[in-house]
């Protein structure tokens, strides 16, 4: 089984914002491409996410399938290939005034789950480790928009009565 950690400079609903996104994926998963919600309830229990893999000219498509979620807690997620399916798990914890955000995946089926071995956790920990570095990186991207959109509505719109001019 291979886990890895990472504290973030966010809180855990900043860090659910980025999760509970099937678009945003491919941003700060290692190895995808592509991402898009493939129903309208991600991430619901039972949704699901596709997703594409490009290695040169060629491109694999996948699905991942929500097992399990408690918004702002824990999201856990099965990704199916044609190898079989992997178990991977997100747990969001505060931890003071930043999150802890634990993420564990083994194998569950199919010759991957028969071949797993210590050499592959190795790969998947250096996998997670840039994933939890990526998902920091587009949590901060989230709060910088979100504070972008909240500045542009404090902004009074140009005509609104109240004096102000957009001088640009």
């Not at 898009?36 to 699901?48: G, I, K, L, S, T």
């Not at 956790?121 to 979100?146: G, I, N, Q, T």
Request: aromatic share 8%; proline share 5%; charged share 30%.
């Amino acid at each position: 089984m291979a886990q890895w950690n990472r504290v973030l400079d966010a809180t855990p609903e900043e860090v659910w914002e980025v999760l509970s996104d099937g678009q945003r994926y491919a941003r700060w998963v290692v190895g995808a491409h592509d991402s898009w919600e493939r129903d309208d309830h991600w991430p619901a229990v039972d949704a699901e996410l596709g997703y594409a893999l490009k290695l040169g000219p060629w491109t694999y498509r996948g699905r991942t399938i929500s097992r399990r979620c408690e918004p702002i807690r824990r999201l856990e997620l099965e990704a199916v290939t044609h190898l079989g399916s992997a178990r991977i798990s997100f747990l969001v914890e505060p931890w003071g005034s930043r999150t802890l955000v634990l993420v564990d995946e083994h194998p569950l089926r199919g010759p991957a789950a028969r071949w797993h071995n210590s050499g592959a956790d190795l790969v998947l920990r250096w996998r997670h480790r840039h994933l939890l570095a990526r998902m920091e990186k587009a949590v901060f991207s989230a709060r910088a928009r979100s504070r972008a959109g909240a500045s542009d509505d404090a902004r009074p719109s140009p005509g609104s009565g109240d004096g102000a001019r957009d001088r640009s």
